[in-house]
Structure formats: structure tokens, C-alpha cells
């Protein structure tokens, strides 16, 4: 049985590609000229993740929810600034759209994660020659610190910084995966 942490150096080797990826799967997705690269991927405890959504973002976030089932379970969140969630739902619907995101711009949104976040399951899937199933995105509009409610403090996670680029349009997001050995 594999371990939270080499599931997590894994993850972390994977994430180039899988953010490769989930660009590709943007393109076709969208039909617009997408991009999306990592500044960094590094394993933390929730405990400095909590630290850093509070330091990095304001309130509210936009954070994309994907659980993965397969050979073990894993959380997938996607957190967007609320200024970040509107370039992105801007730059995917052609048109400056208004804060907050009304229901098709928070359905973008979702459907954008749920691209990102299948794109990381299928490179991870490769890597394992095992099949991981996202669940349908849910799209919470959340503050930090509700948001830290729900993850124990002792938890390592994997964190990767991404960059959108679309258009004319750069965005930044946390794409977080926390791993779930429980059954």
C-alpha cells in the first residue's frame, strides 16, 4: 500500500506534465489559446496552507472541488482569487462578466476545474496504470477560513502554484491535492 508521502512525490514529479495537460485539454475545451504553467510545487502541512490562503488571498475565494476514487482517494481543489475567477470566466466567455459570478460564470468556472483537475488524474493514472475517476466539480465560494475548517491541521498536502495565460489574460490559482488513504 503506497504511503501519503510517495503518493505526494509523485504527484509532485507529475505536475509539469499534468499541468501540460490540463492547457491542451483548455484549448480544445474552449477553443481559445491557453497555457498553463507551474512557479512551484512544493509538499506542505494544511497547517502552513491554511497560513498561506490567509496571507495570499482576500475573501472570497472561488475554489473548484473534484474528489478522485480510484487506487486511493484524494481531494483536488483549485482556489481562485475572486479577481482571478472573473479574469478566467471573462477570458472563457469573451466578455467582461461582473462579481460576483452569477450561475453560468460559477458553471465556467467549475467546468475549467473539472478540466484541470482530469487532466492531473490522467497523467497520475498513467504513472500508475490505474484508473482514477473524478467526481463532478462542486464550486464553493468560500472564505479562508472556512475553508480550513475542513482539512485536518496534521495533513500533508501537495501544493502547485499555477499560471493561466489565455488571451491577453493572466491568472494565478492554487491547485491543492490532499490525499485521502481511508477507505
Not at 501540460?20 to 483548455?26: C, D, I, K, P, T
Not at 498536502?157 to 489574460?169: D, Y
Request: hydrophobic fraction near 50%.
Amino acid at each position: 500500500m503506497l504511503e501519503a508521502q510517495q503518493i505526494l512525490d509523485i504527484w509532485q514529479r507529475a505536475s509539469v506534465p499534468a499541468l501540460s495537460r490540463a492547457g491542451l485539454a483548455l484549448k480544445q475545451f474552449s477553443g481559445l489559446d491557453f497555457a498553463v504553467t507551474e512557479s512551484e510545487v512544493t509538499m506542505v502541512s494544511w497547517s502552513t496552507m491554511a497560513q498561506r490562503l490567509q496571507r495570499i488571498f482576500t475573501n472570497p475565494l472561488y475554489v473548484v472541488h473534484l474528489q478522485a476514487v480510484g487506487l486511493f482517494q484524494a481531494h483536488i481543489l483549485l482556489v481562485f482569487s475572486d479577481e482571478d475567477s472573473q479574469r478566467l470566466v471573462s477570458a472563457l466567455m469573451g466578455e467582461l462578466v461582473e462579481l460576483p459570478l452569477d450561475s453560468m460564470g460559477e458553471s465556467a468556472l467549475a467546468e475549467a476545474g473539472n478540466v484541470v483537475g482530469t487532466a492531473f488524474l490522467n497523467v497520475f493514472s498513467d504513472i500508475f496504470h490505474a484508473a482514477w475517476e473524478p467526481t463532478t466539480p462542486r464550486l464553493l465560494v468560500t472564505t479562508a477560513e472556512a475553508l480550513i475548517e475542513e482539512v485536518l491541521p496534521g495533513t500533508t498536502v501537495l501544493v502547485t502554484e499555477a499560471m493561466f495565460r489565455v488571451t491577453e489574460e493572466a491568472v494565478s490559482a492554487e491547485i491543492v491535492v490532499v490525499p485521502s488513504l481511508t477507505h
